[in-house]
């Protein structure tokens, strides 16, 4: 019983970490509070859903579509709209609410798009609702898939972002911004193609919850809540702190609705976060504030 | 550049003036030429799912068969007139609604108000409607209350039901198929904290229990639940031949969804709002057979099934099979009462409302104080359509299908 908690723990924390991934880029490198995050995932999950529903495109294959767009989208975003914050503030934190305050009508706009185009009805499908028999507990294939990706792109990108002079770039970027330049790199180009790859990781995370989850056109903001939740527990910037926060709070969730209650899940988290944010202010894997 | 001088100002207050004296007045008669329908409904934000299958799309189709058969007759007037539309988003908010409902009857001086989607948006603008003399014909709102609201609000209708024919319908059909020995006497009940889930098990619980049922898990999860692992993991343990869940739509769908997979098939599997929509066969596959919730439509009626195909080829989608007839239904009424009336005579309207009876897509229906006491209250999944089981006013219209089929696997 506890390990079957354990194993269905660790696979919705997959979820919130896959979810989670893209958003700590784009705050901690690009330094954009993107409030629109949940908006992308949707869309990319409508995106899935008109791939898989009206082209019988697998979700899987899908993804290579999607994720592609979700880069682009993202690029395109950071260079029209948030490049020129960006270049315009001195310090973080007016670009911090300069970014709030653009993005926030951003979201409007995708879902707004998004209502014109699909309405505002719940959208769902089944893809891979298969149960998967791991040591006597049975998960299903799609939620693992979401662990699997979750491990997979954050071993990947911290991989990249520790081992490889590209990686050393953006950390630069997302360390000390203001004197980044001073060493040959172009902070602009940098911030974007970072902000680009947390919308590709948004639109992973898309594709791959549309299997499972009902979405509709306004619920973004849900997704939004749970990925800012995790980045701030696990340190802003830190891949490796978004997967370690989004584990722990899927196995919070999972343990307390299967030995307490599963009335007092949302309290089990905030609490969790509560604690977090009060000891380590800085999130789990955080450096401590300059 | 344009300069406003005095005069152009004081000129323009004259005419704004006379603007705001006229619109005051009562419209005339002659200078008809449509009647004006208001509404405020959820297009954005957490309502307008629910509001996208229920309430929108029958709104829509009523003014489009009413205009296509040339309008509404209005004997005293001697005209037919055409229905012209007045429609605001509340974003899913009450205050933007009661807002919205006042701006309806003060500003666009509509002729008649169409409530907004939901128990807590109807209750919430129920002063409003009451303030304004407008009929308020509440047809997705689930309440308890019922009896005493239409006491404190004379032009209120409560079309739906409370929560307590619900759930006392469904323990009487399981008590029957106890008796028939078809079912053990273990039930688990999950519910949504939030309005429905709250009501519904609260008149469940302790009618289970006084049914002689033991409840071995009866818990609630917070709003926006995604994962039903951990429940349906534990659920599965306990041996129950009933699972019973007051649920919201995505819920609803995850819970179908991970009791396939975690191969939990109970012979009763009771699910919440969501049951009923068109969407639900499609996203439980052929596991949709036999799967119970709550609501539920006479098959067998012509008029439903005419409704039906009118609904899909306007909207481009089946209207859902608990309270889109309903609220369909209710326009009928409305428009019924008013071509008895023949004027725009919201009073004498209401009166009517409560007092006549109306044909409808749901068949014959008359109100018992201002409410509609003939509802279907519990349905299954049977070769494709959602069926009425029971019903508070005469037979199932099928007999349930229990044990319900073995889930198969997608």
Redo the contacts between chains.
């Keep these: 019983m506890l390990f079957s908690a354990i194993l269905t723990g660790l696979v919705l924390g997959g979820t919130y970490a896959l979810v989670a991934m893209g958003l700590t880029l784009q705050y901690g490198v690009a330094r954009i509070m993107n409030l629109a995050y949940g908006d992308i995932i949707i869309a990319a999950s409508f995106g899935a859903y008109v791939l898989f529903t009206a082209l019988g495109i697998n979700p899987l294959l899908g993804m290579l579509i999607v994720i592609p767009a979700g880069f682009a989208l993202s690029w395109l975003i950071y260079a029209v709209m948030l490049q020129p914050l960006a270049r315009r503030s001195r310090d973080r934190g007016r670009l911090e609410g300069d970014s709030i305050l653009a993005t926030f009508g951003l979201l409007f706009v995708i879902q707004g798009v998004a209502l014109v185009l699909f309405g505002s009805g719940f959208m769902s499908y089944s893809f891979l609702a298969v149960p998967v028999d791991i040591l006597g507990t049975t998960v299903a294939a799609n939620r693992l898939l979401a662990f699997v990706l979750a491990v997979v792109f954050g071993l990947g990108l911290w991989l990249v972002l520790t081992r490889t002079r590209f990686g050393t770039v953006i950390r630069a970027v997302a360390a000390n911004p203001a004197s980044a330049p001073l060493v040959g790199i172009n902070v602009d180009s940098v911030a974007r193609f970072a902000f680009a790859i947390g919308g590709a990781l948004a639109a992973a995370g898309g594709v791959v919850v549309s299997m499972y989850l009902t979405f509709s056109a306004t619920m973004g903001v849900i997704f939004t809540m749970k990925a800012l939740i995790v980045v701030i527990m696990g340190g802003v910037g830190n891949l490796m702190g978004a997967l370690a926060a989004g584990l722990i709070l899927g196995l919070v969730e999972t343990l307390v609705a299967s030995f307490i209650d599963p009335g007092l899940t949302l309290a089990a988290t905030y609490l969790i976060f509560l604690t977090v944010l009060v000891v380590r202010p800085q999130g789990l894997f955080g450096r401590a504030a300059r | 550049m344009t300069t406003i001088s005095r005069r152009t100002v004081l000129q323009g207050m004259g005419v704004s003036a006379l603007a705001t004296a006229l619109s005051g007045l009562p419209v005339l008669a002659q200078d008809r030429t449509a009647i004006r329908i208001g509404y405020a409904v ?5 309502n ?2 629910g ?3 229920s309430t929108i799309p029958n709104y829509l189709l009523w003014v489009d068969d009413v205009n296509k058969a040339g309008g509404l007759e209005l004997s005293k007037l001697g005209v037919p007139l055409p229905l012209e539309v007045v429609e605001y988003d509340d974003r899913s908010s009450s205050e933007e609604l009661v807002r919205a409902v006042e701006r309806l009857a003060t500003q666009d001086n509509a002729d008649f108000i169409l409530p907004s989607w939901g128990t807590g948006p109807n209750l919430a603008s129920g002063p409003t409607f009451d303030r304004f003399g407008y009929p308020q014909l509440g047809a997705t709102a689930v309440t308890d209350m019922a009896p005493d609201l239409v006491k404190r609000w004379k032009h209120s209708f409560w079309l739906l039901g409370g929560g307590h024919d619900y759930a006392n319908a469904l323990v009487q059909l399981l008590v029957k198929q106890r008796e028939a020995g078809t079912i053990n006497n273990k039930v688990a009940i ?1 519910s949504v ?1 939030d309005g429905f889930g709250i009501d519904l098990s609260k008149a469940a619980t302790p009618s289970f229990t006084e049914a002689g049922f033991e409840l071995v898990y009866d ?4 709003l ?4 039903f ?3 349906i ?2 659920v599965s343990g306990l041996g129950v031949d009933t699972f019973v869940a007051f649920s919201y ?2 819920d609803t ?2 819970l179908t ?2 009791s ?4 939990f098939s109970p012979k009763v599997f009771y699910l919440g709002v ?1 049951t009923a ?1 068109p ?1 639900y066969p ?2 439980a ?1 052929p596991n949709h057979d036999g799967v119970m919730g709550v609501g539920g439509i006479d098959p067998d009626s012509e008029k439903l099934a005419a409704y039906f195909e009118r609904h899909t080829a306007l909207n481009g ?1 089946a209207p859902d099979s608990w309270a889109s007839a309903i609220t369909y239904a209710s326009l009928e009424m409305l428009q019924q009462a008013i071509e008895r009336v023949g004027d725009i005579d919201r009073e004498a309207i209401t009166a009517e409302l409560s007092s006549g009876e109306f044909d409808t897509v749901i068949g014959k229906v008359k109100l018992v104080d201002n409410q509609l006491r003939s509802l279907w209250t519990v349905g299954q999944w049977q070769g494709g359509k959602f069926v009425g089981l029971a019903h508070t006013e005469r037979d199932g219209s099928r007999d349930p299908v229990v044990p319900k089929p073995v889930w198969v ?2």
């Design positions: 959820p297009k954005t934000g957490a307008a799912a509001a996208g299958i999950a904290a818990k609630t999860y917070p926006g639940t995604s994962d692992a951990p429940i993991n534990e739509p995505p769908f995850a969804q991970q396939v997979v975690a191969n969501g929509f969407i499609g996203i596959g989608q696997a997608a």
